[in-house]
């Protein structure tokens, strides 16, 4: 379901689409050894300026998953910065996702990658709502997964390894075995983590609560703007609710008022039920819908306080 663009950078250079090959024995491709990022840009309807939100803190984030992976990354962040805005430019692509990768390619075999080159694409097409647009609406049924999140110790789940959606990829089919569109991990210990590919939020009690990053789960930059969003409407006294993160159980999800997934690829999600149990209403809740309008202004380049987070097309 991808719709090709006339271009793909690779290796500081635009390649076009389908040129941009690799060889069957890249050391990634056996062993999982890539990182990588999902990121959007987004155009305003009104004035048609396109801007990627929060690229620069995307591209650092690729950068730590490198440090992490032991990846010599060859590009600044600058230079990533600069070589999406020039590939987004270059299809004339105003809104849709970007997909940066950096793996390690042919020339070696076997666990120990040294030796092998590193080579860096950050590819773009038109994506539209990850989940649907219904999902945005109505929210989503989301099941708890029998698959765990890795442990710090394991595949660290700080890193967005291409080894990391192994574990994804399993709880999201059982989740569509099951009817639901999106699965919940917890880890070993029975916390609350995240989904296949989305942090969470739930409303309880006056708090808006999400699991902390130590109960492991990726540091999601959606999960991160929706904190300050919402400590900044909270200050405001446009929601009563502060938001907090604070670890999770299972029964936690059940009862509460609200619930609502985060991510680039998802935005802001609300879910309508956890294992078939109804989220408060079962329909978006009312914290849910603001943060969700707020989040969606933000993107569009409709709200000046949040201007730093956009870098214009
Ligand atoms: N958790 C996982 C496992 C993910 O794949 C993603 C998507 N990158 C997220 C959380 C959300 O992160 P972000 O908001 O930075 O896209």
């Known amino acids: ?44 309807d009104t004035t048609h300026k396109s801007y990627v939100f929060r690229l620069r803190d995307h591209m650092e984030r690729l950068a730590r998953s490198c440090k992490i992976a032991a990846i010599d990354l060859p590009y600044s962040v600058d230079e ?10 270059a ?12 793996y ?25 709502a990850y989940l649907g647009a219904e999902a945005l609406k109505h929210g989503i049924k989301v099941g708890v997964s029998s698959w765990r999140q890795r442990s710090n110790n394991a595949i660290p789940p700080a890193v967005k390894a291409t080894a990391s959606y192994m574990n994804s990829l399993l709880a999201k089919l059982e989740a569509k075995e099951h009817g ?26 006056g708090a808006l609560i999400t699991p902390p990053l130590s109960d492991g789960l990726l540091e ?14 909270y200050e405001a006294e446009e929601i009563d609710v502060f938001p ?40 978006c809740g009312e914290v849910t819908a603001a943060l969700q309008k707020r989040f969606f202004e933000i993107v569009a380049g409709d709200n000046e306080d949040y201007a730093d987070w956009l870098t214009e097309v």
């Open 80 to 89: 990533l910065v600069e070589a999406t805005l020039e590939v987004l430019r």
């Open 244 to 283: 907090v993160e604070e670890s999770l159980v299972r029964t936690d999800l059940y009862i509460a008022d609200e619930m609502f997934m985060t991510g680039s690829a998802a935005e802001l999600t609300p879910v309508a039920s956890v294992d078939g149990r109804e989220v408060g209403s079962g329909e």
């Open 1 to 44: 379901d991808i719709t090709p663009v006339p271009y793909i950078w690779k290796n500081g250079s635009l390649v076009a689409w389908e040129d941009a090959q690799t060889h069957v024995l890249s050391h990634s491709l056996h062993y999982g050894s890539g990182v990588f990022e999902g990121i959007r840009c987004y155009e305003n």
């Open 180 to 205: 639901y569109a999106e699965a919940v991990m917890l880890n070993e210990a029975g916390r609350v983590c995240e989904g296949t590919g989305e942090n969470l939020f739930i409303v309880r009690n």
């Open 220 to 233: 999601g930059i959606t999960r991160d703007s929706v904190l300050q969003i919402a400590a900044d409407m």
């Open 104 to 128: 390690r390619g042919y020339g070696v075999m076997g666990v120990d990658p040294s030796g092998a080159p590193i080579d860096v694409i950050i590819a773009v097409w038109p994506w539209d």
């Open 91 to 102: 299809n004339n692509l105003k809104k849709g996702y970007i997909r940066p990768l950096v």
